[in-house]
């Protein structure tokens, strides 16, 4: 995961908590027991309004705060929980691709003969230092 999405994802975490509305998404991470389900329409139908309410809320908090490339292939018709999955999965698969990347793009530096070789080695040394940076857990 990105750091940027990191940080995103405290941010939507702390707002949602002083909504009221994390345990829509967040629940299962943390308590599973706590996940406010869908409640059925029939036997309940004030809070089944109330639940769709909050639902439709957080996925339009979370198209909100992304860009609209981001929003692509964003599933945004059914729960909150899969919109924000989507999005953390997409989160996930932008890091390893950035370090492919920054390896190919030290592979690839050119020494010139101009450049004294300590100049080309530390730009070499950024590269894969910010590459295997990118690929620790976090």
């Not at 509305?21 to 996940?35: G, V």
């Not at 809320?57 to 979370?62: A, E, F, K, N, Q």
């Not at 100049?119 to 070499?124: G, R």
Request: aromatic share 8%; net charge neutral.
């Amino acid at each position: 995961m990105t750091s940027e999405f990191t940080k995103w994802l405290t941010k939507l975490e702390i707002f949602l908590q002083q909504s009221g509305l994390d345990q829509y998404i967040f629940a299962l991470e943390k308590s599973p027991n706590r996940l406010i389900r869908q409640p059925n329409p029939r036997n309940k139908p004030n809070a089944y309004a109330n639940w769709l309410s909050n639902n439709d809320l957080i996925i339009g908090i979370i198209r909100a705060a992304i860009s609209e490339g981001k929003q692509e292939g964003l599933e945004t018709d059914g729960f909150a929980k899969e919109c924000y999955n989507t999005l953390k999965a997409h989160a996930q698969c932008e890091s390893p691709v950035k370090q492919v990347a920054l390896i190919q793009q030290a592979l690839s530096t050119y020494a010139p003969i101009a450049e004294p070789i300590d100049t080309t080695a530390q730009k070499i040394y950024k590269l894969t230092d910010c590459a295997f940076a990118n690929a620790l857990p976090s």
